[in-house]
């Protein structure tokens, strides 16, 4: 499930979600800024270190396309490794690059060098639990399957873990017709923001390894935000909108201010004295 912050990934976690994907357009939104490698790899790496202490559960890092060429992308890995990621992603785009959805003009990065930038997160941190995915958008920019394939097989020689392949279809038989055609010579991960309403069983008897919900608590939260925003201008209030928002214990419950509670107990110790005769 995607994740943004702190708050996101608490909420994501206790949904019973067994991983959170670290957004890049989420967290760039979040931030002020568009999906276009305009939030800098150091900034992304802070709402990761915060998400991680917040959710304590397994975060894939959206790493872009590496934010440049090889010596960015083993850097700002190793830098999330640091802070609490559990893997990080990177697409095959030159950089910068641009959102998946958002016009048709998205360059892909020579092969070579993409490999280059794969073997160089590996080996700066080659730690068997960070997981490397290789994300493929020959499709998204226009190019068949033989593409696709083709550097899916070079990314797997590159050392990745899993491959990532991306479409902007509202369904999924290019997605499928990968899938069939990779044998499943390592995980495949797949991102349904535009084919949403293909079950989830049907990944599954594809052989579909992991499926991300890319951006739905953004999203979520932009129209819930819109929709109080409203009332309260139209309503002249909020009265009417406390049945419809979470109260402030759940907020207290999530960011676990019980656990502040019982440390002040312990800690918190009167000084000897105090209150004697």
Same mark, same amino acid.
């Given at each position: 499930m995607e994740a943004h912050d702190a708050l996101s990934a608490a909420i994501a976690k206790r949904a019973g979600f067994?991983?959170?994907?670290?957004?890049?357009?989420?967290?760039?939104?979040?931030?002020g800024y568009r999906d276009a490698n305009e939030a800098s790899w150091s900034e992304v790496a802070d709402v990761v270190e915060r998400m991680a202490y917040a959710a304590? $559960?397994? %975060? *894939?890092?959206?790493?872009d396309s590496g934010f440049g060429n090889f010596n960015n992308a083993r850097l700002v890995a190793g830098r999330l490794r640091k802070r609490g990621a559990s893997g990080i992603c990177i697409e095959d785009k030159a950089f910068p690059k641009m959102n998946s959805f958002i016009g048709?003009?998205?360059?892909?990065?020579?092969?070579?060098?993409?490999?280059?930038?794969?073997?160089?997160v590996k080996d700066t941190v080659p730690d068997p639990d960070f997981v490397l995915v290789a994300r493929i958008e020959a499709l998204i920019a226009g190019h068949g399957q033989d593409e696709a394939l083709e550097r899916a097989h070079a990314y797997a020689e590159a050392g990745a873990d899993a491959i990532l392949i991306h479409s902007r279809k509202s369904d999924p $038989?290019? %997605? *499928?017709?990968?899938?069939?055609?990779?044998?499943?010579?390592?995980?495949?991960?797949?991102?349904?923001?535009?084919?949403f309403s293909t079950p989830v069983a049907e990944y599954r008897a594809a052989g579909i390894s992991t499926v991300i919900w890319a951006n739905h608590?953004?999203?979520?939260?932009?129209?819930?935000?819109?929709?109080?925003?409203n009332r309260i201008i139209r309503e002249g209030g909020i009265v009417g909108i406390e049945p419809d928002i979470a109260?402030?214990?759940?907020?207290?419950?999530?960011?676990?201010y019980d656990e502040l509670a019982a440390a002040e107990t312990r800690y918190l110790r009167p000084k000897a004295g105090n209150g004697a005769a």
């Open positions: 067994k991983g959170l994907w670290a957004s890049g357009l989420s967290i760039s939104s979040s931030l304590r $559960t397994p %975060i *894939l890092v959206d790493g048709g003009r998205h360059p892909l990065a020579d092969i070579e060098e993409f490999c280059g930038r794969l073997s160089a $038989t290019e %997605i *499928l017709a990968f899938a069939r055609s990779w044998h499943n010579r390592l995980p495949v991960v797949i991102v349904p923001t535009k084919y608590n953004m999203r979520a939260a932009i129209a819930a935000m819109r929709d109080i925003c109260p402030l214990e759940e907020l207290f419950e999530l960011m676990a």
